[in-house]
Structure formats: C-alpha cells, structure tokens
C-alpha cells in the first residue's frame, strides 16, 4: 500500500516549457487535490476532483489545467510555465468514509526559471 | 471566508519540554480540524484528526484539542524530543471538499 505517489520528485523548467505532474492513489479515495504550497504560506487548493470525471477549480487555478484519468490518478498541466509557478506542489487525495480525512504525497519541487 | 492562523511562526525548546501549539480559525462551522506535520523537504503527515462534535483525540504524546465556539485548537506535546523538530500544520475542513491551512509553526526542540 504505497498511499499517494508522485512524479517526478524534482523538475526545472525554462519559461514557456510546457509539463505534466503526475499523481496516484491507491487507497480507493473518490477525491484527489492538487495544492501549491509556497514560503510564508500556507497550502493553497489549485484543483480538486470529487469524483472520477469531475473536476473543479480551487483558490489558484489560472495556468494549470488538470485530467482525473479514472479513479486512481489526477495528473496537473502547466501548458506555459511562468516563474511565478515555482513552488512545491503536493497532491492529496481524501477519505470520505473516515470522516474526511485527507492523505499528501511526497511532494514535486519545480523551479522556473 | 475561513481563515486559519498559527501562533508563533516559530518555536524553540530545550529537549523534555511540555509545548503547546495554537491554531484559531474565523468560521466555528467546521467538519473536522486535521493536525499535520512536516519535514524539511517532505510531504505533510497526518496527525490527529477531531470531528466537530469532539472536543479531543490522542495519539502517543500528542494531544489535539478543539473549542469550536472560540475558534481554537491545540496540538499539545508531551516530553518533547529532538526527533519531534518539524513544521506543524493545522487544516480546516468545513465539510465540502475544501479545506483551509495555517502556515504553520516550525518546532526545533534542542538536546
């Protein structure tokens, strides 16, 4: 049972470069979260799927698009990479049946420069 | 809107110390309150988690508490140890599928 797993640990990206982050959960969870965490601040929700085949948007969405592939992955887009985007991003998925309780994975540190 | 802070920023105790963490939160209709904790350049690890109609939970040394009605919780730590350095988060919940974060208190606990 590996939890939530993430890919790629680390990335650097030149402006304008295009990537996916991937994210999978093998806990059988129906919502999966994919958040920024930056300096000084605390986790903020860029999009959230409540289900497989739905997704909606968060507190920052604008640059990322995301896909829920089907119940066990949730993968984030940065089609234009901008420097404002360097962060570590954390994907996280939640177990309604356990009064909402809500599981991270390791984390992608991704510069822009 | 909630909004969810922790006091201090930061703290430091000598190795043994009883500590206590703060986090206050704007909007008392919350779901459940989740404690985490973090290590440099890792991911967030649950804690403890306290549903609204509770009023604590305890796990080993660690003892969350929740006062919905002023807005607090605490993350109490017993005998600290080195090994409990970290950064500790507190996260609301509010029932729907979002849910808010502190910024933390970064705990280094000296031998």
């Known amino acids: 049972n590996a939890g939530v797993t993430q890919t790629p640990k680390f990335q650097v990206l030149k402006t304008g470069q295009s990537m996916t982050l991937q994210c999978a959960q093998d806990?059988?969870?129906?919502?999966m979260y994919w958040y920024r965490q930056d300096p000084g601040m605390g986790l903020r929700l860029i999009y959230y799927?409540?289900?497989?085949?739905?997704?909606d948007k968060g507190e920052v969405p604008n640059g990322y698009n995301v896909s829920r592939l089907n119940k066990r992955e949730f993968s984030l887009r940065l089609e234009s990479a901008a420097p404002s985007q360097t962060s570590v991003y954390f994907c996280?998925?939640?177990?309604?049946?356990?009064?909402?309780?809500?599981?991270f994975g390791p984390g992608t540190r991704l510069t822009v420069l | 809107k909630q909004e969810v802070t922790q006091i201090p920023a930061a703290l430091s105790v000598p190795e043994g110390e009883n500590l206590v963490l703060n986090c206050s939160f704007t909007?008392?209709?919350?779901?459940?309150l989740q404690w985490f904790r973090q290590d440099p350049g890792k991911g967030l690890t649950s804690l403890l988690l306290?549903?609204?109609?509770?009023r604590e939970q305890t796990s080993g040394r660690l003892n969350a508490s929740l006062d919905k009605s002023s807005g607090r919780s605490t993350l109490y730590i017993a005998a600290s140890q080195p090994g409990d350095s970290a950064t500790y988060l507190c996260?609301?919940?509010?029932?729907?599928?979002?849910?808010?974060f502190g910024a933390g208190t970064r705990l280094f606990v000296k031998a």
């Open positions: 909007d008392s209709a919350i779901y459940n």
């Open positions: 306290i549903q609204s109609s509770q």
């Open positions: 996280a998925s939640r177990d309604l049946s356990s009064y909402n309780e809500q599981f």
């Open positions: 799927s409540a289900s497989e085949g739905t997704t």
């Open positions: 996260a609301v919940n509010g029932g729907g599928f979002k849910t808010i």
């Open positions: 806990m059988n969870h129906n919502s």
